[in-house]
């Protein structure tokens, strides 16, 4: 399936659950003291402290992590985590990114 069915159905759990979810949250890029919010954009992040990036391919590639340790430096968090609805196994898809 495509990523956004992922993102609508995981939001709504997350919702569900008593979490505060937002969807296709800019993720702003400053650059001398100017800021730019058409740069990036996240899948969910929850209660304002994680972010989650979601995939639905077959293989993750480094760019894939590379692109959530960007997303958390640029909004300050310090997890994030990245989640490929396309592997095997879920727990295969699951990778937790630190800043």
Do not use: W
Not at 58 to 69: T, Y
């Amino acid at each position: 399936m495509l990523e956004t069915v992922y993102e609508v159905v995981l939001a709504k759990e997350l919702e569900n659950r008593g979490h505060r979810v937002r969807r296709q949250v800019p993720v702003p890029i400053v650059f001398r003291e100017l800021r730019f919010d058409e740069g990036f954009r996240a899948d969910p992040i929850v209660d304002d402290r994680l972010l989650i990036e979601l995939k639905s391919v077959e293989q993750l590639a480094p760019v894939h992590g590379k692109q959530v340790l960007t997303y958390i430096r640029l909004l300050n968090f310090r997890l994030g985590l990245l989640v490929n609805f396309g592997a095997a196994l879920f727990k295969q898809g699951v990778k937790r990114v630190a800043n």
